[in-house]
């Protein structure tokens, strides 16, 4: 299988994955899955110059913006995949292995807690949420889980594109 088709695909099960976990989240400990709609939202304004919100769900709708937020979320996880092959190397599709990308996955929390959750209103790693800790162990949960996914993704592509 061709590395590049292998790395998107590896990023896009992960966040797949990734994303049933959050409607699993739902149904296990009763927390709603996360709202890629307001994700879109904050994007969408960012084209018009605004790139910090008090609380982005009280901000002006965007046109389309689940549809962006969506798909925002896709294409950071398959940039995500890049990032861990730009530090493993495309060998690493060949033989993945679980410790590199848990650790990568867990380190991608940085992108929320420093860049999406102050930029929409809530503050560096969650500070100004109802529950901080909660919502910081939740980013961690799902980026550990987007790491396994990782894991998972390469493992079943290459076994696939072997067979």
Known sequence: MNDLLALVLTGVGATLLMDVWGVARKYLIGLPSPDYGMVGRW???MAHG??????????????????????THYIIGVAFAAGLISIVGFEWLRR??????????????????????????????????????????????????????LWTTAYVTYYLGRH
């Open 43 to 45: 994007i969408g304004h």
């Open 96 to 149: 993945p292995t679980l410790g590199p990308a848990l650790a990568f996955g867990v380190a991608t929390v940085v992108a929320p807690f420093f860049l999406m959750q102050p930029g929409m209103g809530a503050g560096v790693a969650a500070s100004r949420t109802p529950n901080p800790g909660a919502a910081r162990l939740q980013s961690l949960i799902t980026h550990a889980v987007f790491g396994f996914g």
């Open 50 to 71: 605004k790139f910090h919100h008090d609380r982005i769900a009280a901000a002006a709708p965007i046109a389309a913006e689940r549809v962006i937020g969506w798909s």
